[in-house]
């Protein structure tokens, strides 16, 4: 195992330690594990609080800022972080407003963010919950009944921070952010597994002409493992599957986001962006907005995935609404 | 081998025709190999184009838009651009303000764009150019005289970038590029190599308890095999190689810039900004602003260099001026 760490058991501490250093407009609680706004929002704005095991940054830490998350917890590598984690956030970032979670599904970040609700429904602090479960490869896996949250989590903390940012009531937000989530559909091909720190090795065995296809984002398998092919037939696989599921329209509009999933160079994703949108126009389903890079990463693996969002002109308002966090930003 | 690439021959066309679908913003010449704002710079703002071997995105296609480039001319992996593609990109952004090019220190760039310079005059475009070479690792190098020009590019591009959107004539933009040329030192280590897809093997063999010290941004050899320790560690000799060379004092401001060889995670990238910063704190030497993430890259090389740049209020300035394009953006 190969990593810029100190330790595995101190990686995450350590990389609060970091974010700390090089965001001050971030107030980073190292002990309690909550990054939020040094500057809290509006009195009575509804606040977007997310969390979710390490090694899928910027997701969640990277997303919090203005326009878009008011704190995040993470918790250790690919681990849900504790209900007190989330209690403290609700507690440091509720206004009056309200606190809505926006939760991955997957099994112990469910059951957590549940638990923090109830604790802070006794505190008196408002909670709604979104649940996002986007990826379209499996219905249950390691880690979740149902399906698991994927690539739409940013999607659906960018509207629904913007929302929340224009004055908008709680359950408003929610409602939005539950609309984002049935709106998206995601799918992930690897062509590479990640190593969990403390595991030391890489999570599961690819030969050198093989991928995994429908792949988590923790690693967990997906539908098939698959010769590697040209970009283009990787590409055009992995529009087609999104769009089965999806029920996408001739003239339909989406926001895609190509995904890499840590360690895919920007190079191989415009290559393997070109190809989705070449394809997407095969099908005349129309480009609105995109977004190229590395924003819901697996620690090290090597890979993509594609989160197709249904578009209306609500929702491209949100999406085009200043946002000002240390991965997302533009005015 | 394993990259989402349709072929080696057609890497660079194909992420091209990608970096067209998402970017709308920019107007990106297939054929020409030129990449530039769709909008052109007012009448008599001094153009920057740059431009290198690509395999180093978001470097420098990804630095195109206002308050930064005007126009990148993107060779083939690793390769210097033609000067065909530095005068049509001349040709295209000179609004009668002339055209700064900022080329890294490489033989083959240094070389084409002196003669693209040339060609430029015939055609009555005033020219400046500003050379950058703050990697100290090396005096010479394979493909260099004198020292590699590597993460400095960025803030160089940045901060030029801004000084020409505020009006400023040429020949002040050239200075100021050149004055934070000389104000940067950068140092990076490498925990994987590259593989350049039309070789189809990584460019050098570590075995997995080694690092290169020193490496280039194409794999160039570094100052030394050694072996891989904890980011404590790493970090403080990279600090104290660059402040050895750099001659900042107590007291002293600088950016800082923690980046991303192209396969480094950005959790590990966070927890190398950390101790570098507690080292940097030792020193007395203050981050006024600071980078972290993946931006001058060598494809899906592992590792991380830092660039320190001497701050003053000018440089503070310019480096805090809105900036619009796809790898930087802030108001």
Redesign the interface.
Known sequence: M??????PET?VA?????????HPELAVDTAARVVRRARPGAPGKAALVSGGG??H??LHV?FVGPGMLDAACPGE?FTSPVPDQMLAAARAVDTGGGVLFVVKNYTGDVMNFALAAELAAEEDIEVATVLVDDDVAVQDSTFTAGRRGTGATLVVEKAAGALAELGAPLAEVAALGRRVNAASRSYAVA??AATVPAVGRPGFDLP?DE?EAGVGIHGEPGRRREP?R???E?AAEVVDTVLADHGLAPGDEVIAL?NGM??????????????V??RLADAEVR?AR???G?YV?S??M???SLTLTRADAELLRLWDA?V?T?AL???
């Open positions: 190969k990593k810029l760490i100190n330790s990686v350590d990389a609060l330690a970091g974010l700390a250093a090089a390490s090694g940054e910027p990277g590598v062509l590479t050198e991928i590697l040209p970009a283009r990787l190509v840590g360690a895919t160079p920007l190079l191989e994703l415009y290559v393997v962006f070109g190809e949108a070449a480009i995109s977004l190229v590395n990463t620690l090290d090597a890979g993509f200043p000002a240390p930003t533009w005015s």
